[in-house]
């Protein structure tokens, strides 16, 4: 599976952005899509994941991003989205698309989301 992610940027604090991850695969197929983030002194961390169990979508996020960031997913281009508002400077860091297909695990290059204050 090849992730393609774009949509980073350099944006002032209370601003927007929406990342995009793009998959090679069937999303729908897939058992977790999720977006990972790490800042340059941090390890890298889990900000929101969509996974479907019996046919349902399931989201969760960060405990610091909820309320500001939402996840999508559009099956016909097998894309993802991540809506990021208000950011915040500590929301700096490299953001990650991540997926888990027929159980093995794939890492997309990351973007740069970088918020000035």
């Known amino acids: 599976v090849q992730l393609q992610a774009f949509g980073g940027g350099l944006v002032e604090a209370g601003g927007s952005l929406k990342l995009s991850c793009v998959a090679s695969?069937?999303?729908?197929?897939?058992?977790?899509v999720s977006w990972y983030r790490q800042a340059p002194t941090n390890e890298r961390e889990l900000v929101a994941v969509?996974?479907?169990?019996?046919?349902?979508?399931?989201?969760d996020y960060l405990d610091s991003v909820k309320g500001r960031f939402t996840m999508s997913a559009d099956s016909a281009s097998d894309t993802v989205f991540l809506r990021m508002n208000n950011l915040k400077p500590e929301d700096t860091a490299v953001y990650y698309c991540?997926?888990?297909?027929?159980?093995?695990?794939?890492w997309g290059h990351g973007t740069l989301v970088t918020v000035s204050s």
């Open positions: 991540n997926a888990i297909f027929r159980g093995e695990e794939y």
């Open positions: 695969e069937k999303i729908l197929f897939m058992n977790a």
């Open positions: 969509i996974t479907t169990r019996d046919g349902k979508i399931f989201s």
